[in-house]
């Protein structure tokens, strides 16, 4: 069973446009939730996580999350797109038993 | 530099060939994961290890493929006999708490010609 689903897997702002990510979870319990980012031929660098402190989290680079446990989701967005975030992005999840399952990812496009 | 070492950085092999990478995790993490990325795809969870125990390893994709650590330390993963489609990304993590993120190197790209 998927863990975790990136609807979209291309995503095309312009410059200074918000930033709409969308990953939904499958979990029967509230799940370690994580964003990535990986730029071409490099590994993954963490953006931001979900523990159960806030549901509002903040990461690097001006990106937030918000989780929303009555959806399952754990939404990425940033308020104004900067050419520098053009990249792949991934959820996330890690449950019991330690192993992180990745999304398909989404690639962001951002138009000058 | 104090993160997930990977070495080498690039493979190229010829098919039939046995190939093996290296990854150094941050010195005090005792968690360690190996994933495999295709191109468009998200990273697929190949094993783990928990110090020198490997926890999970039935994602490994078949039997020519291994990985150990046998100190606890560094971790190696060898394909053995490669093919075309072992062409991938390998990627190797390493984490400390339950609650904590992963934290990745720079990946191994191999391509069998």
């Known amino acids: 069973a998927q863990s975790v689903t990136q609807l979209g897997s291309h995503v095309s702002v312009s410059e200074g446009a918000l930033v709409l990510l969308r990953c939904n979870y499958s979990s029967s319990v509230p799940p370690y939730l994580f964003w990535y980012v990986q730029y071409p031929n490099q590994g993954l660098q963490l953006l931001l996580k979900?523990?159960?402190?806030?549901?509002l989290v903040k990461g690097i680079n001006g990106f937030e999350a918000e989780f929303k446990k009555s959806e399952t989701s754990f939404h990425l967005t940033k308020p104004s797109a900067h050419m520098s975030d053009a990249a792949e992005y991934f959820c996330?999840?890690?449950?019991?038993?330690?192993?992180?399952?990745f999304g398909t990812g989404t690639s962001l496009t951002v138009i000058p | 530099d104090t993160g997930v070492s990977q070495n080498p950085r690039h493979k190229i092999t010829k098919r039939g060939q046995n190939v093996t990478f290296r990854c150094d995790p941050i010195?005090?993490?005792?968690?360690l994961y190996w994933y495999r990325q295709t191109l468009g795809q998200g990273p697929e969870f190949l094993t783990y290890f928990q110090n020198e125990a490997q926890l999970e390893k039935s994602r490994l994709l078949s039997d020519r493929f291994s990985a150990e650590r046998p100190k606890g330390s560094f971790s190696t993963l060898e394909i053995q006999r490669t093919e075309q489609g072992d062409s991938a990304m390998y990627l190797c993590a390493s984490s400390s708490l339950p609650d904590a993120e992963a934290f990745f190197g720079q990946g191994t790209r191999l391509t069998v010609v």
């Open positions: 010195s005090e993490h005792n968690r």
């Open positions: 996330a999840v890690r449950k019991t038993g330690n192993q992180f399952y």
């Open positions: 979900y523990t159960s402190a806030a549901t």
